[in-house]
T-cell receptor
Framework: DADVTQTPRNRITKTGKRIMLECSQTKGHDRMYWYRQDPGLGLRLIYYSFDVKDINKGEISDGYSVSRQAQAKFSLSLESAIPNQTALYFC??????????????FGPGTRLTVL | AQKITQTQPGMFVQEKEAVTLDCTYD???????LFWYKQPSSGEMIFLIY??????QNATEGRYSLNFQKARKSANLVISASQLGDSAMYFC???????????FGAGTRLTVKP
């Protein structure tokens, strides 16, 4: 089984709809992240969470919200989807070891299309 | 915020040859980490290699090595003995030790020719 799973893997929705993307991990990591990838722009950080009670905005958080339901679960919501939120969304996890920078491990991605 | 630049949108290499993918970064912080990820056509992001800013030796992982030149703020990825399965997008990324806010470059598409 994959260490980081994302559901759904593909989603097509309409403008104005509420969408939730879910991420689960079995790696036992405390830190979780949501990114979006647009062609030619690489990945950009939306939100991140260092533990269940910690939520932080990333580079592009407007139009998104998150929920850290448990150590292993981190959900991303689009309250009212718009076409420019069409992108590939990645969840990632990392394990803080007390020093340095922790490596992030990514889920398989969710391809979201907003019509 | 830190900035990552990958100046090569696309690269070609002959199978079994070595290739260097360029990455430069910009930060005023002294403590940071540099990463390379591979994204094949299937879409997943695969971690390849990590270099810490205080590491004195260049990182190596199998056929991957990171040519870290701190004074020039460059962190080039070297792939030796290229294989057809190396054809993919490659992303350079950086995060600061104090916040783990990772920033990515725009990527380089590598094509390995048989």
């Amino acid at each position: 089984d994959a260490d980081v799973t994302q559901t759904p893997r593909n989603r097509i929705t309409k403008t104005g709809k509420r969408i939730m993307l879910e991420c689960s991990q079995t790696k036992g990591h405390d830190r979780m992240y949501w990114y979006r990838q647009d062609p030619g722009l690489g990945l950009r950080l939306i939100y991140y969470s260092f533990d269940v009670k910690d939520i932080n905005k990333g580079e592009i958080s407007d139009g998104y919200s998150v929920s850290r339901q448990a150590q292993a679960k981190f959900s991303l919501s689009l309250e009212s989807a718009i076409p420019n939120q069409t992108a590939l969304y990645f969840c990632a996890t990392s394990d803080w070891r007390g020093q340095g920078t922790d490596t992030q491990y990514f889920g398989p991605g969710t391809r979201l299309t907003v019509l | 915020a830190q900035k990552i630049t990958q100046t090569q949108p696309g690269m070609f290499v002959q199978e079994k040859e070595a290739v260097t993918l360029d990455c430069t970064y910009d930060t005023s912080d002294q403590s940071y980490g540099l990463f390379w990820y591979k994204q094949p056509s299937s879409g997943e992001m695969i971690f390849l290699i990590y270099q810490g800013s205080y590491d004195e030796q260049n990182a190596t992982e199998g056929r991957y090595s990171l040519n870290f030149q701190k004074a020039r703020k460059s962190a080039n990825l070297v792939i030796s003995a290229s294989q057809l399965g190396d054809s993919a997008m490659y992303f350079c990324a950086m995060s600061l030790h104090n916040n783990n806010d990772m920033r990515f470059g725009a990527g380089t598409r590598l094509t390995v020719k048989p």
